[in-house]
């Protein structure tokens, strides 16, 4: 079994090889050519803590994955990490484990990047250039990093907005350090007024953007809800959109962006586009320059497994090399 | 993290502090003082292969387990072992791991042993003396080895019976090269006959035991049915039994060696009495020499806490002796 702690798991990691990973999981995911049982859940009170224990098969892929992710919200006041989280790899022919991913819950943000990027990239308007993210966090510079990588040489200008500018000017200094063109935005409604592409990444319980902020054309990714009460887009912003879209309509209505739409207005499963849907060519996604669309997504454990297996044939690959080299 | 391989796992496992650990899941899971999420299974039927993921939190201790298990039943043709396994521990105040204990399934084994002899001693009548053990692989040795253990200095004298002769002879003549009083017993009928207690560890999916060739007195502790269609003792003799106790009354009814009571003749959760009830004393379990018990052990996720825990908890008073030492 291969054993790969969080630093090794950085340095194999492609980009491109999960990118191309996830796209097939949300095709599969889409066309119900997956396992997905029903994630296990265990609750830690007095300690402020939780976990959440994902498993997923792509069908026809090597492996599948169980994946066992923490989050202890008092471990910051003891020098802690909040969250924690580890990859497990079994082979789907013998079920013997191939992989222990030691990555402390870096392979789930790096897929939830992934998938925003390739969300973005397949709804946005093709001459997109301003990238408005909303929050400052780490998944702000997943989402970031990740569409630069997958955008290619496409010049995109990055507007960071977050509750605390700080953040926001941080946030957009690290991009810049990494040669990306970003800068704080100041004024929320006046940066959405000026963003073709709104990418939010925050744990907002209550509506952030407004629908009369939105221009027309306007693509928004919404990655922040993960659960009952958290919603980043008011309700009749997500009623003026043109295109919902979602990793899996089921989890988006139930505690993901869609929920309160779902609740309060009746969006219904199959008012909702799968993303692998529109990734095959199944569904036509944006067809004019006019369309406002939205895609709310909340993790698929099968982009947990798609990155499982990409880090796993990376590792593989490069033992081959050696093998062939002594 | 503490990361043990199997032989490490066996060197540090220590039977009675197993044992003490199981006995205290068995209580808390009666009184309820546990968290059980359900079972997520995985299915892979071209490979004739399954995953089973477990977890299980025993309140009030130091860590929950998420055990990973994988039955893939092709594999002894190509020399691998149908069974893997492996228990990952995690701290319940910071969610952090604690222990990848890569057991290869040795601690599923040892404690369906350990919860066997436990629950055998605690129903049998005093006096007992002669065990036959039914079935001859591997659960029959581990219910031999845990029960001789856990009854320290008590004249035990096994029967060994298996559908293959040869099989009961190999088991008895293993038990015998650890000083344990074994012999192979080839007649199923009269071996029941003169058993004080009978430990059933067999896949069957049609009774063995009848109910007109067990002894009034008689204990039987029956580990082999796990899931739907297996059955290793007849109806009219679970029926005879004046005392029915289990691991979990809604996992034996469900899937375990009550579900054809339950289905045929209606045994309801609340005529089973729980094995944790009895090792507390809130239930007296047999109260007289008289008495036919039966007991129907499926299997429990804080059994594999527990006995998760007690490896744990072996390496770090190795590890804080050293520390004294150096």
Same mark, same amino acid.
Request: aromatic share 6%.
């Given at each position: 079994?291969?054993?790969?702690?969080?630093?090794?798991?950085?340095?194999?990691?492609?980009?491109?090889?999960?990118?191309?990973?996830?796209?097939?999981?949300?095709?599969?995911?889409?066309?119900?050519?997956?396992?997905?049982?029903?994630?296990?859940?265990?609750?830690?009170?007095?300690?402020?803590?939780?976990?959440?224990?994902?498993s997923g098969y792509i069908e026809g892929t090597e492996g599948f994955v169980v994946k066992i992710a923490t989050g202890f919200y008092?471990?910051?006041?003891?020098?802690?990490?909040?969250?924690?989280?580890?990859?497990?790899?079994?082979?789907?022919? %013998?079920?013997? @484990?191939?992989?222990?991913?030691?990555?402390?819950?870096?392979?789930?943000?790096?897929?939830?990047?992934?998938?925003?990027?390739?969300?973005?990239?397949?709804?946005?308007?093709?001459?997109? #250039?301003?990238?408005?993210? !909303?929050?400052?966090?780490?998944?702000?510079?997943?989402?970031?990093?990740?569409?630069?990588?997958?955008?290619?040489?496409?010049?995109?200008?990055?507007?960071?907005?977050?509750?605390?500018?700080?953040?926001?000017?941080?946030?957009?200094?690290?991009? #810049?350090?990494?040669?990306?063109?970003?800068?704080?935005?100041?004024?929320?409604?006046?940066?959405?007024?000026?963003?073709? !592409?709104?990418?939010?990444? %925050?744990?907002?319980?209550?509506?952030?953007?407004?629908?009369?902020?939105?221009?027309?054309?306007?693509?928004?990714?919404?990655?922040?809800?993960?659960? @009952?009460?958290?919603?980043?887009?008011?309700?009749?912003?997500?009623?003026?959109a043109d295109l919902c879209v979602c990793d899996l309509a089921a989890q988006s209505l139930a505690h993901g962006e869609f929920q %309160?739409?779902?609740?309060?207005?009746?969006?219904? !499963?199959?008012?909702?586009?799968?993303?692998? +849907?529109?990734?095959?060519?199944?569904?036509?996604?944006?067809?004019? +320059?006019?369309?406002? %669309?939205?895609? +709310?997504?909340?993790?698929?454990? !099968?982009?947990?497994?798609?990155?499982?297996?990409?880090?796993?044939?990376?590792?593989?690959?490069?033992?081959?090399?050696?093998?062939?080299?002594?």
């Amino acid at each position: 079994m291969l054993e790969l702690q969080k630093s090794e798991i950085q340095s194999l990691f492609d980009l491109s090889a999960g990118a191309a990973a996830i796209r097939q999981a949300y095709i599969a995911q889409a066309q119900q050519r997956v396992q997905v049982p029903d994630v296990t859940y265990l609750g830690f009170p007095e300690a402020n803590g939780d976990c959440h224990v994902k498993s997923g098969y792509i069908e026809g892929t090597e492996g599948f994955v169980v994946k066992i992710a923490t989050g202890f919200y008092n471990n910051p006041a003891q020098g802690l990490a909040s969250s924690n989280g580890m990859n497990m790899l079994f082979c789907a022919k %013998t079920g013997q @484990p191939l992989a222990f991913l030691n990555d402390g819950g870096w392979l789930t943000d790096i897929r939830t990047g992934l998938g925003g990027a390739l969300t973005t990239l397949a709804l946005a308007r093709a001459d997109f #250039r301003k990238v408005l993210i !909303v929050g400052g966090g780490l998944q702000a510079r997943h989402q970031a990093r990740c569409l630069m990588h997958l955008a290619e040489n496409r010049p995109i200008a990055f507007a960071i907005w977050a509750r605390n500018p700080e953040q926001a000017e941080q946030t957009a200094q690290d991009l #810049r350090s990494d040669g990306i063109d970003a800068n704080a935005a100041c004024d929320l409604q006046q940066a959405c007024g000026q963003a073709d !592409v709104i990418i939010t990444t %925050t744990p907002a319980k209550s509506p952030l953007l407004q629908a009369s902020w939105i221009r027309a054309g306007t693509h928004i990714t919404a990655v922040g809800a993960d659960c @009952p009460g958290k919603q980043e887009l008011e309700l009749p912003l997500v009623l003026r959109a043109d295109l919902c879209v979602c990793d899996l309509a089921a989890q988006s209505l139930a505690h993901g962006e869609f929920q %309160t739409a779902a609740a309060a207005a009746g969006l219904a !499963v199959d008012e909702v586009i799968s993303i692998g +849907d529109i990734l095959s060519g199944a569904h036509p996604g944006r067809t004019s +320059d006019t369309q406002l %669309t939205i895609a +709310d997504l909340t993790g698929l454990a !099968v982009q947990d497994a798609a990155v499982s297996l990409s880090v796993y044939r990376a590792a593989q690959m490069i033992k081959a090399k050696e093998d062939i080299l002594t």
